[in-house]
């Protein structure tokens, strides 16, 4: 009796010692992961992300076969979709134009999943046509556009204040499909902080309470 109550004490030793190797070896993993460096270029190879953006969702869409004739598999579209629906907490947008319905449905599940989403754009370009404007701010997000006679021309995003997405592509559906374009994906805090100090100081000229809707000469 006695030795069977030492051999279980003994293998419930071994299991919690084993648990707390394998919790060190994970944490040490996490601490080693390399940070992300990743160049994407455009135009993107069609492909369908129906069944990426269900999955985002949660919506067990996923497990029914999209009927387009799309070709399924990875393009740049894709990556970068999966680099934006990586957000857990902030997701910072500054864009020229913004059109892609792909782009425009991700960041409307972050938002809806309780990522912070914040978006600054350029006045004369959100209005058009296509705009995906519109409906982040039907759906709650927080927008702020430009009041000057140049463009707000910036094309960068932040994900989680660590991964900046930064390069040539406008977020339309011509740039994905059309254009010859870059993008660059770092996790490097080096580069990310400059932008963020970008995006929070136009994010402040931008506050509404600074717009002027008429010209001075119309007082």
């Known amino acids: 009796m006695w ?3 030492a051999q279980r004490r003994a293998g419930l030793a071994l299991a919690a010692a084993a648990a707390a190797a394998l919790a060190l070896a994970l944490a040490a993993w996490r601490r080693r ?17 129906e069944e990426l953006l269900a999955e985002a969702a949660g919506t067990g869409a996923a497990a029914r076969p999209c009927p387009c004739p799309l070709p399924r598999g990875d393009c740049s579209l894709s990556r970068l979709l999966r680099r934006l629906l990586s957000a857990r907490r902030s997701l910072e947008i500054c864009l020229f134009a913004f059109s892609s319905p792909q782009l425009g449905r991700a960041v409307q599940l972050l938002h809806r999943r309780g990522v912070r989403v914040r978006v600054v754009t350029d006045a ?5 046509r296509g705009s995906q404007i519109g409906l982040l701010r039907h759906a709650g997000i927080q927008v702020r556009h430009d ?21 040539s592509l406008n977020w339309t559906t011509q740039a994905i499909q059309t254009n010859r374009e870059n993008v660059l994906v770092v996790e490097d805090a080096e580069y990310v ?18 717009y ?8």
């Open 124 to 128: 004369q370009y959100m209005g058009l």
């Open 147 to 167: 009041q000057e006679n140049g463009y707000m021309h910036h094309k960068f995003a932040i994900v989680d204040r660590r991964m900046l997405i930064t390069g």
């Open 193 to 210: 902080k400059p932008f963020l100090d970008e995006f929070e100081r136009i994010w402040e000229e931008y506050n509404p309470i600074h």
């Open 33 to 49: 992961r390399q940070p992300v460096r990743e160049v994407l270029f455009f135009p993107s190879r069609l492909s369908c992300t």
């Open 212 to 219: 002027r809707f008429f010209s001075k000469d119309n007082k």
């Open 3 to 5: 030795a069977a109550g």
